[in-house]
């Protein structure tokens, strides 16, 4: 059983900044191996790609209107993938949420290719 639990979201006043975060754990789970992404969800829309890491760190694809103003990182010795996000605007607002897929994964924007998902982080900013 592969359980990723995200936190760090909350409600954040537009230009802020959060850095959220996401624990993955399982017995048979080996997250260096795992790409690892964020995507998030606001009301009445559906779910879209933020971001994603393989396994290295050393590459990262981002949605475009996030770039320059999110970071995505991970730390295979805690097993943790994080999002910074600074200059948040009001349309950030959604649920964000981590997935963890296969390190061979290519098209790393793609939901349907990602294997876990955690339960999601509600994130607010206010105008």
């Known amino acids: 059983q592969v359980q990723l639990v995200e ?7 537009a230009g ?6 996401c624990a993955a754990s399982g017995r048979t789970f080996i997250f260096s191996t ?3 992404g964020w995507f998030r969800q606001a009301p009445g829309k559906e779910r879209e790609f933020v971001a994603a890491i393989r ?3 050393s590459s990262t694809n981002y949605k475009d209107s996030v770039k320059g103003r999110f970071a995505i990182s991970r730390d295979n010795a805690k097993n943790t993938v994080y999002l910074q996000m600074n200059s948040l605007k009001p349309e950030d607002t959604a649920v964000y949420y981590c997935a963890a897929g296969p390190g061979g994964l290519v098209a790393v924007s793609i939901q349907s290719g990602y294997d876990y998902w955690g339960q999601g982080t509600q994130v607010t900013v206010s105008s």
């Open 16 to 21: 802020g900044s959060l850095r959220l975060s």
């Open 7 to 13: 936190s760090g979201g909350g409600l954040v006043q």
């Open 55 to 57: 396994w290295s760190g």
């Open 34 to 36: 795992y790409v690892l």
